[in-house]
């Protein structure tokens, strides 16, 4: 093989070894249902709705949101919930198709579930705006806080899932990819 066809087979190889490695991830047989009870007897459906709300009690606790900021936490908070709930359904869509599709089916379908991860973000951030603006200066330390270093000095970022450092907890407010694949 020339040395150019090697530099282009190489890259289209790893792209489908990619592709075929996330087809398998999220059609393995052993991953239960969307819709089918785990051994706690929640689907795992349930499960994230449940890890969205603990995610927003913790933020309502660390931010200490008192009654009278409860009408923009209550708008950030359902925005939480909602973009949880539109991408777990995006993710479930696709991975009900995945298997049937071709790659370059593939391959949009994931420029589509970051268009929504994209679309979810600017809707939580209008929300938190507007509940930022609500925050006392010690309230909004906290947040800003909490936002540079979710899981604690030297963190690269939010993270999900709850780091080690810092108090241990999970980013304060990524619940727009909270759908199955844990993005």
Known sequence: MTLSIRRMALPAALAFALIGANAWAQTTPTAPAPSSPTATGKTPAQKREDAVERRIADLHDRLQIT???SKPWDAFAQTMRDN???ADEAF???AQKLATMTASDAMKSYADLTALHADNMKKLSSA???LYAALSPEQKQIADDLYRHP???GSRGPH???GKGGK???APASASSSGSSGT
């Open 84 to 86: 949880a709930r539109r």
């Open 67 to 69: 009654d009278q900021q």
């Open 128 to 130: 938190f705006d507007d």
């Open 92 to 94: 479930h869509q696709r």
């Open 168 to 170: 241990g907890k999970s």
């Open 151 to 153: 899981d604690g000095p």
């Open 160 to 162: 999900k899932g709850g």
